[in-house]
Nanobody, 123 residues
Framework: QVQLVESGGGLVQAGGSLRLSCAVS????????MGWFRQAPGKNREFVAA????????AYADSVKGQFTISRDNAKNTVYLQMNNLKPEDTAVYYC????????????????WGQGTQVTVSS
C-alpha cells in the first residue's frame, strides 16, 4: 500500500519560514519523481516544485522561484519543501505527489497523492 504523509504545515507570519516534509512508503522511492502542489480555497491545485529521481533536476513555478527549495533524501524516503519569506498568497493546502516519470510539472502526471498539510500565512 502506497502512502505519502505530509507534515510541517502551520500558521506563520508573513516573512517567516516553514519546512514541509513528505514521508513515502510502499514504492521504490528512488525511482519516482516527487512534486509539491498547492490548492487555495476556490482555486485549482497548482504545481509548486518538483525533483527528479536522483535528486538532480528540479523545477519550480515562477511564483516561488528563489523563495522555495525542494530536496529529497532517498535514504529516508522523504521529500522536503523549504519555504522562505512566506506571503499571504502562499496560503493553501500543500500536497506532495509521486510519479514514475523522470520529472513532473502537472497534476495529471501524479500517480499517488498525500492527504495534504495546511499552510496559513498571516499578514
Amino acid at each position: 500500500q502506497v502512502q505519502l504523509v505530509e507534515s510541517g504545515g502551520g500558521l506563520v507570519q508573513a516573512g517567516g519560514s516553514l519546512r514541509l516534509s513528505c514521508a513515502v512508503s510502499g514504492l521504490t522511492f528512488s525511482r519516482y519523481a516527487m512534486g509539491w502542489f498547492r490548492q487555495a480555497p476556490g482555486k485549482n491545485r497548482e504545481f509548486v516544485a518538483a525533483i527528479s529521481w536522483g535528486g538532480g533536476p528540479t523545477a519550480y513555478a515562477d511564483s516561488v522561484k528563489g523563495q522555495f527549495t525542494i530536496s529529497r533524501d532517498n535514504a529516508k524516503n522523504t521529500v522536503y519543501l523549504q519555504m522562505n519569506n512566506l506571503k499571504p498568497e502562499d496560503t493553501a493546502v500543500y500536497y506532495c505527489g509521486a510519479s514514475p516519470r523522470f520529472q513532473v510539472i502537472a497534476t495529471t502526471q501524479i500517480d499517488y497523492w498525500g492527504q495534504g498539510t495546511q499552510v496559513t500565512v498571516s499578514s
